[in-house]
């Protein structure tokens, strides 16, 4: 009964499959083995663009703060939500990155709607050298709540974006679960929207620790590379994550993997309607729901493991308090069912 | 006949066992799960040193790069070899992570002497606000020439830092292959001689990718946690990285991966004796030899993998080229054998 | 009737004074010169603070990044106002100089309540080494909209600062206009609230570029002389700008240039009651008021200067326009009867 | 009887004439006044590049920094002498302003070769994105020890540098004494030998503190000024800059006032020869001389101020100690005369 993060979770046997079977031999270092150029090739197929530049790094954090570094000058502002990841969750990542360049936060959820992405841009950029200049959107799908964009969402905010010639990066650490909810392709969830530089997130999905930050168009390659570098993000040993990303894309892996947290996550939410209060949509592996402080209590007790926001001192045991219920690929029916009985045992 | 790095062999099949074992199941994420504290006890014990905060990074140019930032300020000057790793190698890593310090290069050879060391820290810090203040000292072992110091040189070079209340950093991205070669304990290659901040290495001696920070001082731990997630090195699913270390600590793999590589390159070094001349001391796992084009080309030509410095367009055949030749803990002595034979065949 | 800004007036006649006081023989460079002495004793015993350490620098931005990168480390966040000159007039000049550091914006108007700045400060840094950590609380007296905290305001937030251990920065471009407004002491409005670090500004009232960065705890001095060199802020003819501080200390200069400019903003303000609409508390020297489109229009067609702020393209006269109005210390009693007359002329 | 420096002396009456001439009425601040734009055409006109882009800064590290800043990324390395201001004398501001990046000293004295130069560039940039790649080359005319690059020298140097396709920047603090020396014109020694960026210093010559950043591709104009805000350089009052820059074009006195540094120099070395060892060209207004330690006991006893480098503690009266003897405008005849009597007086 683990629902606390999609960090957690044991990988799938066949990315431990593929780390023994690619751990034969010497090979080319720092990139420059076969593997590495299968996997750059399948992503390129995967996502239909062929001239993309596509780049491994082990964490999320990277992936993004160097594809926006990459985008930005020191002197500029990223947009984003204000719950985003790279805002929240990455200890000034980007911030480090970009050299000091600023996040505005868009003001409102955590899906940012296109008014008020161009409210926020119209309100930057208008003090000559005074302010930061306008730098790049910054979209995160499934966003941190939970919650989807539709395709028609991400194309009216890329819309905005391109008006003002700002280009647009997606954060995909759960991207997987976004395609599988959405029922659409890589490549209509991205470049096909006008999505500049992609990440395409493996570790949540079930690898032990690889991204892929896609740039559709390769100009950008050679400075992202370099930034790799200085950043201290280029593995020697490059074979181990190209081994994790072919696994993850052999016969769509991936996809399978985000099919099964969704339907787990679905599961999930089902059995939590009439008791639980839902908070987001939920569409993808993620449920932020309200319950009363007596069920979170009776759970816990029993070993289930989640977050839960706000009022730990509370004692009041009808006070609904908000937790996040996260699915991973490995949690098992079984443990679900066991959940929602202690849920609605009273 | 691969001889061209240490980046570029398998892992032992101790590593994959222990990331299929520690493939179970829900743990915490971030470093708070079991193994990770398990490794750090062990880190601990291993190194004699029950109160030094321990940090898993999966790169080299990480390691270095935030254990220097941690100890200095960005208007410091790091005092280093004009080829170390952190110099040469890192792609300004080292400038970015402590915002903007200076390498100041010790002249000489890749073996700091403590005179040059004493002479060049004398030569900074002297313009009052000016110039740049005295930072850390940083040390490689085995240096990227392949010679060690004695423990007595390090003593040496640690005696005129601490003159000068300077922290001292060992990048010991071949910890390992030194300890084997001096016969000595880490404990007395890193804090009995004085060393502030050790990178005890893993990744060229076997493991996919981690190294160990290791501050003997545990008051700059924050500050290090703070750096990496800034920094974008905290893994979310940092049991493979624990994993990783336990089987490198487990019976003392990581003494016998670098035996083995040393053992090796000796093999190495006393085939060429006689027709090739030799560059450095070659006590670990590196050597630098110089032997006639002709046998280059005859040894490329049968597959020999190794790289040569200098002269490519030259046509003389009994021109001595300079060769690094690299043993890794897999490379089979038959190979040594095939290779030697290529050399000698003429 | 220029009422645009305070950097856009001439100096008084004992600043180009000093200046030619101090323009005789050769005396030490980069401060280390008897006026520079004079002037840093002389502040000392303004505040009534024998120990601080004093710096001066030639912009208001160079003096608050400064301060502020002194007092937080790059991981760490600052907490403002959302109107912030740190935050939107100084092109990521904060971000810059702490090395990445993040702002957090304390919800609500310029002027930050203890409540809003204590929540702000209970949302970060509650999420281990995820998110920065907590960092100064930088403070704008007077405010960019020309409101004056007063002491006992003031007070209030330091004390909330003081609760969770964070250094207070006052941001004093108009430090005296405030003082004035106040009718307080230096060290009244500084560290006998708390205050650990204050820019007394000159620059706006009434000098050619200095401001003195004013460190109540000694401890930081060195770190700070040091980013001020690496920052390039250190004069070599340093003299020059201590001669304008000494002609601003010189019989409170400083303080009648103050009084006048808030003499002639309540002159205007006094004028505008009736026909505008007053936006702003209006105490220092800044009025913020909205006044009819018509209005506008004939005082710019009659030669005032100041800015209005949104619907440029508008017709309606009868729309109201909120513009900014600043007076400086060289605004003449009879411009703004002047302007007032064009206001009320219809 | 001061030699110390030529960041001592007073400025000139017609300096202090021009900002008490600027110091009326209210004009446009941070660069938005007429004078402004005067002395941008003055200096296009003095350079003969009427499309070049003009930028004041208020300090020489200012200026080499964030003309540096915007001519290379973060990844690169600027190639200069070992003892160039922008490596000894800058506390790493070239670093900071840079985002990190490296300066690769290029061996042999302060004034590179043009050999030296292509060595040390094909050192850089060879090693993939494993070292940092090659940046801007920075030449200071005059050199720290007082020496000129003749015109060919200089041409010798950029076709070095455009060779490998990377820009050229000269740090001019000293520009002025180096066109007097040379007899050529501002466009003589900048771009008509392929300079990029001149900084045509001026505070070392007679300013309070004024530098003007030339860039003859006026394509880097916008992100220099978008820098200089972000580096807190940007002044409010800008008119006091252009003011003293105004003067300083005015009727050449810029020329002349070097003229008079570099005669007085002159006349100072004409007075050593035979008595001290001179250890450089001192075309300029630098003497580098050794002298018996009886001589300089002799002399600072008497008053004289310059710096003495080495041995502080000897006691021989015959050694040979360096001094470095700086003329700027302000000296007298009268004082060098009685500065020789004194050295000559046994």
């Known amino acids: 009964m683990f629902f606390a993060s999609d960090n957690s979770g044991p990988v799938p046997p066949q990315v431990l499959a593929a780390l023994a079977e690619a751990n034969t031999g010497h090979v080319g270092s720092y990139g420059s ?33 160097l594809a926006l570094a990459t985008l930005c ?17 990455e200890c000034n990542a980007p911030e480090f990155y970009t050299g000091g360049a ?21 309100g930057q950029g208008n003090r000559g050298v005074h302010g930061p200049q306008r730098g790049p959107v910054s979209i995160t ?28 990066h ?45 740039f559709f168009n390769p100009a950008h390659a050679r400075a992202f ?23 993850y894309l052999q016969e769509d892996l991936w996809r399978d993997l985000a099919q099964t947290a969704n339907t787990r996550s679905a599961q ?20 932020f729901a309200a319950l009363p402080r007596a069920v979170h209590q009776r759970a816990k007790a029993a070993g289930a493991q989640y977050n839960v926001s706000g009022a730990p001192d509370g004692t009041d045991p009808s006070e609904m308090l908000t937790a996040r219920f996260v699915c991973d690929w490995s949690i098992r029916p079984e443990d679900i069912e066991t959940f929602l009985k202690l849920v609605h045992s009273d």
Chains 1, 2, 3, 4 share one sequence.
């Not at 000058?73 to 969750?89: G, L």
């Not at 941190?144 to 009216?156: T, V």
């Not at 999930?268 to 449920?287: C, F, R, Y």
């Open 33 to 65: 083995d076969a593997l590495t150029d299968q996997v750059t090739d399948q992503i390129r197929t995967l996502f239909e663009a062929p001239e993309a530049s596509v780049h491994l790094v082990a964490t999320g954090t990277a992936a993004n703060s």
């Open 73 to 89: 000058q020191p002197y500029d502002t990223v947009f984003c939500s204000p719950v985003a990841h790279i805002h929240e969750d």
């Open 102 to 122: 600023k996040l505005t936060l868009v003001p409102g959820s955590d899906r940012m709607t296109p008014d008020a992405l161009r409210i926020a841009i119209k």
């Open 141 to 168: 799908q499934v966003t941190e709540q939970g919650n989807l964009y539709s395709l028609d969402d991400l194309l009216a905010l890329t819309t905005v974006a391109r008006h003002y010639d700002l280009p647009v």
């Open 170 to 214: 997606l954060d995909g650490a759960r991207f997987a679960n976004a395609c599988v909810a959405l029922n659409c392709t890589p490549a209509e969830m991205s470049w096909k929207l006008g999505i500049d530089v992609a990440v395409f997130g493996g570790t949540k999905n079930g690898l032990m620790g690889v991204e892929a930050v896609i």
């Open 225 to 247: 590379e370099l930034r790799r570098k200085r950043g201290a993000h280029l593995f020697s040993k490059h074979r181990y994550l190209a081994a994790q990303m072919a696994a």
């Open 268 to 287: 999930l939410l089902n059995g939590l309607q009439g008791v639980a209060d839902i908070k987001n949509d939920a569409q993808a592996n993620m449920i």
